[in-house]
Nanobody
């Protein structure tokens, strides 16, 4: 089971990025998928999650209104569209999958599989 995050990069404040997470090794169509991030010197924090049941999404307050999480048609890819990026969005972004959740959850303890992370740097 592998999760591969990509799409990070250097962007100016106010810009946009679309992160992708490709899952392989099994079908993730019935897994909750989440995005987390870890800024330098800080703990990993929840960003967004999407339900496999109804594609409902939950967002951290820090990104709500600026970000959209979605699934690809094949359900093995998850995207995080981030707009109006701020310097405080700078972090390594990780995607994660949960085979246990029946409802969206923010805690990283609920996620069973993790990708390697992709770096997002927002310059002021």
């Amino acid at each position: 089971v592998q999760l591969q995050a990509s799409g990070g990069g250097l962007v100016q404040a106010g810009g946009s990025l679309r992160l992708s997470c490709a899952a392989s090794g099994r079908t993730f169509s019935n897994y909750h998928m989440g995005w987390f991030r870890q800024a330098p010197g800080k703990e990993r924090e929840f960003v967004a999650t999407i339900s496999w049941i109804d594609d409902s999404a939950v967002y951290a307050d820090s990104v709500k209104g600026r970000s959209t999480v979605s699934r690809g048609n094949a359900k093995n890819t998850v995207y995080l569209q981030m707009n109006s990026l701020k310097p405080e969005d700078t972090a390594v972004y990780f995607c994660a999958a949960s085979e246990r959740l029946l409802a969206p959850a923010r805690g990283d303890e609920y996620y069973d599989y993790w990708g390697q992370g992709t770096l997002v740097t927002v310059s002021s």
